[in-house]
C-alpha cells in the first residue's frame, strides 16, 4: 500500500507540471462518467422522459442515511404517468448527458463497475408522491457474476457493465400479481469503484412514476429508504480492485417470482431491439413532450451553460493528501483508478464523485 502511495505522490506533481492536457482529459473523464436514468420503455414503446422524476445533476449520492436515497437529490413530482401492466415489462435507460442516447457512448463511464437494482413502491397518486412515507420492495437485480479469467473485480460481470453493453437499457419485468394502482419505479446503479472505504460507494437513482393495470392482490415484505442500506453493508463497502469471489447486493431480496438477473447474461428483448426512432413512441399521460436530443456537446443536467468546473473542490480528503492541489488530487483518483488493481491500493472516496 505505502508503495502505491509513493508512487502516486511521485507521479502526479509530475504529470502536473509536464502534462497538462492529460489533466484535462483525466478531470473531464471524471465528469462524463457520471449519468442519469433518464428515459423508460413500457412493452417496448418509448415514453421517453415524460414520466420521470430526473434528478437535477448526474452527481451521485454517497450518503445511505440521506433523504437523497429515496429519489436522488433536488426532484419534485410531474404530472406524467406511464401506463404499465401486470406481468408486462418496462425497460429503464442510462446515460451520462441529457438527451443523448447515442449507443456510441457508455451509459455509465469511468468503470463504474456494480450492480443494478429495481424497487417498487405504492402510492396513491404517483405524479406527488416522493416515496419518502411508503414501503418499497424489490423487484429486479442484476448484480455480479465472476468472469472466467477475471484477475480482480473490475474485470467481473457487472450490472453497471450489461447497461454499457445493451445501450443504457434494462428490461425489468413487473411481477405479473402486482395490485393495479399508482408506483414510483426506483432505478439504481451502484458505482463501487472507490467503495473500498465507507462512504465511497456511488448511487445513481432516478424515480418513474407509473400506473399499472391488470394486477392481483399480492402482499409484499417492504423496506424504508433511508434506512434499507447500511455503509458497512458488504455489497457497499467493497474493494473491487482486488479478486472478488462474492458479492451480496444490498437490500432485501427480489420478491418471489419476479427476477434476479444473472450479470453478463447478454442482451434480450427491448434491451436489444428496441430502437430510438423506430420503435413506437408515446408521451405518458399527463406528461409533456420531451425536448429534442442533443448532440453529445449539450450541458449535463444542473449544468450552467459555460460547462462544468475542471474540478470540484473536496474539503474532506484525508490529512495525507493535503498538500495536493484541487487538479492534482483529480489527477491522482483517476490515476489510482488505472493502477489500483496492481498495488492494493483504494481510491480515496471523498475524491473520486
Known amino acids: 500500500m505505502w508503495l502505491g502511495i509513493a508512487f502516486m505522490e511521485t507521479l502526479v506533481p509530475l504529470a502536473v507540471m509536464r502534462e497538462p492536457s492529460l489533466i484535462a482529459a483525466l478531470a473531464a473523464r471524471d465528469v462524463t462518467a457520471h449519468a442519469i436514468f433518464q428515459q423508460l420503455w413500457v412493452d417496448g414503446t418509448d415514453y421517453g422522459s415524460?414520466?420521470?422524476?430526473?434528478?437535477?445533476?448526474?452527481?451521485?449520492?454517497?450518503?445511505?442515511?440521506?433523504?437523497?436515497?429515496?429519489?436522488?437529490?433536488?426532484?419534485?413530482?410531474?404530472?406524467?404517468?406511464?401506463?404499465?401492466?401486470a406481468g408486462g415489462t418496462?425497460?429503464?435507460?442510462?446515460?451520462?448527458?441529457?438527451?443523448?442516447?447515442?449507443?456510441?457512448?457508455?451509459?455509465?463511464?469511468?468503470?463504474?463497475?456494480?450492480?443494478?437494482?429495481?424497487y417498487l413502491s405504492k402510492v396513491s397518486d404517483a405524479s406527488t408522491a416522493d416515496g419518502s412515507s411508503g414501503g418499497w420492495f424489490k423487484v429486479f437485480s442484476n448484480a455480479w457474476s465472476k468472469k472466467s479469467g477475471g484477475r480482480v473485480g473490475d474485470n467481473d460481470n457487472w450490472g453497471t457493465r450489461d447497461?454499457?453493453?445493451?445501450?443504457?437499457?434494462?428490461?425489468?419485468?413487473?411481477?405479473?400479481?402486482?395490485p393495479s394502482g399508482d408506483y414510483l419505479l426506483r432505478a439504481e446503479a451502484l458505482a463501487l469503484h472507490t467503495a473500498g472505504q465507507s462512504g465511497g460507494a456511488q448511487f445513481?437513482?432516478?424515480?418513474?412514476?407509473?400506473?399499472?393495470?391488470?394486477?392481483?392482490?399480492?402482499?409484499?415484505?417492504?423496506?424504508?429508504?433511508?434506512?434499507?442500506?447500511?455503509?458497512?453493508?458488504?455489497?457497499?463497502?467493497?474493494n473491487i480492485h482486488a479478486a472478488v469471489s462474492n458479492d451480496v447486493a444490498p437490500g432485501p431480496a427480489v420478491v418471489a417470482g419476479d427476477v434476479t438477473k444473472q450479470a453478463g447474461s447478454g442482451c434480450t428483448g427491448c434491451e436489444s431491439t428496441c430502437k430510438v426512432g423506430s420503435s413506437p413512441s408515446?408521451?405518458?399521460?399527463?406528461?409533456?413532450?420531451?425536448?429534442?436530443?442533443?448532440?453529445?456537446?449539450?450541458?449535463?443536467?444542473?449544468?450552467?451553460?459555460?460547462?462544468?468546473?475542471?474540478?470540484?473542490?473536496?474539503?474532506?480528503?484525508?490529512?495525507?493528501?493535503k498538500s495536493f492541489s484541487t487538479i492534482e488530487l483529480r489527477l491522482r483518483c483517476n490515476i489510482t483508478h488505472l493502477v489500483t488493481p496492481f498495488l492494493a491500493v483504494n481510491t480515496p472516496s471523498s475524491l473520486c464523485r
Open 50 to 85: 415524460t414520466c420521470n422524476r430526473l434528478p437535477t445533476s448526474n452527481s451521485p449520492v454517497t450518503n445511505v442515511g440521506s433523504r437523497d436515497l429515496v429519489c436522488n437529490a433536488g426532484t419534485r413530482g410531474v404530472s406524467g404517468k406511464c401506463p404499465a401492466k
Open 90 to 118: 418496462v425497460t429503464v435507460e442510462m446515460h451520462q448527458q441529457p438527451g443523448d442516447r447515442s449507443c456510441k457512448s457508455e451509459a455509465i463511464g469511468g468503470a463504474h463497475w456494480g450492480p443494478v437494482q429495481i
Open 163 to 178: 447497461l454499457n453493453a445493451c445501450c443504457g437499457r434494462m428490461d425489468v419485468p413487473i411481477p405479473k400479481d402486482l
Open 204 to 238: 445513481y437513482i432516478s424515480c418513474y412514476p407509473i400506473t399499472v393495470s391488470g394486477g392481483s392482490s399480492a402482499n409484499y415484505a417492504t423496506v424504508k429508504f433511508p434506512g434499507a442500506y447500511k455503509a458497512s453493508d458488504p455489497g457497499i463497502q467493497i
Open 282 to 321: 408515446a408521451v405518458a399521460p399527463g406528461g409533456k413532450p420531451a425536448s429534442g436530443g442533443s448532440d453529445g456537446n449539450a450541458p449535463e443536467v444542473g449544468e450552467p451553460s459555460g460547462g462544468l468546473p475542471i474540478a470540484k473542490s473536496r474539503r474532506n480528503y484525508s490529512p495525507t493528501l
